[in-house]
């Protein structure tokens, strides 16, 4: 009577540690699924160079004067916009700002992640966005970023390990004020307002290249365990993976012309029209 007596209590905690902990997968998955990918960055040394092999390929960038300086970071980008997201070549174009703002920011990655070249570490950024916008929800351990180029009160949230997980993706979490535009087809680009609708032609690619329906990274080194690896992992058509080199596999409109071009050595990228 005594081992039946004890045998249903072991069952009742074990149910009732199986309700607890489906209860906090439900809350963990609940999370990531109100995460979405933004935009993401390429570290690149010879913006020039790199942005030539996209455009060659038949991507059109926007204009370099009219390319988003990063005031205060010492840092800017070569862009390519998407219908539902964008790529950024980013790069430093002013030594002594961006020195200054690393130690001023020693918590950041940027100055590592712009050594690439030297210490291995991966190019990669991923900058995601939260549906109904809350810091609380971020599912990692954060640091707070303002700079001059944001807005007044206004602050990106970078993952901490991204300092010290360097074959890791840097992963930040943008505001709602610069999330991208999205949109669901060409035809969308018309909502633009009248007064930017020069804006809509970096939306359309001479390759027919739309939206983005997959991105896969692969990094050398690599713990999948980490909490941010697997918060990106848990996120819709992203996936990032182990290898033996630095790599982004950029999937557009699902492949559906069956073309791919391998941009490497030049830049760390293969794309898939």
Not at 60 to 88: C, M, W
């Amino acid at each position: 009577m005594n081992i039946c007596k004890h045998t249903l209590i072991l069952v009742l905690i074990f149910s009732l540690s199986s309700c607890r902990n489906e209860k906090n997968d439900i809350k963990t998955d609940t999370i990531a699924s109100d995460l979405q990918v933004d935009h993401f960055n390429i570290w690149v040394k010879n913006p020039k160079k790199v942005k030539e092999r996209l455009t060659d390929i038949g991507f059109t960038a926007v204009p370099d004067s009219l390319s988003k300086i990063h005031h205060g970071q010492g840092t800017t980008g070569r862009y390519f916009y998407f219908l539902n997201s964008y790529l950024e070549l980013i790069f430093v174009y002013d030594n002594n700002e961006f020195d200054t703002n690393n130690q001023l920011n020693n918590t950041l990655d940027f100055a590592e992640r712009a050594n690439f070249e030297k210490n291995g570490a991966s190019p990669f950024s991923i900058a995601l966005k939260l549906e109904d916008y809350d810091i609380k929800k971020i599912p990692f351990e954060k640091i707070k970023y303002h700079q001059d180029w944001m807005e007044e009160k206004s602050s990106i949230y970078s993952a901490k390990n991204s300092k010290t997980h360097l074959k890791e993706p840097s992963v930040f979490v943008v505001y709602p004020e610069i999330e991208s535009n999205t949109f669901e087809t060409l035809s969308d680009l018309n909502d633009i307002e009248e007064k930017y609708a020069f804006v809509r032609e970096w939306y359309k690619h001479k390759n027919g290249a739309k939206r983005i329906t997959n991105i896969v990274i692969t990094s050398t080194s690599l713990d999948l365990k980490t909490k941010t690896i697997k918060v990106l992992n848990g996120i819709e058509n992203l996936t990032i993976k182990g290898g033996k080199e630095h790599l982004m596999e950029l999937y557009f409109d699902h492949n559906v012309q069956g073309e791919v071009f391998d941009l490497r050595p030049e830049l760390p990228l293969i794309v898939y029209l």
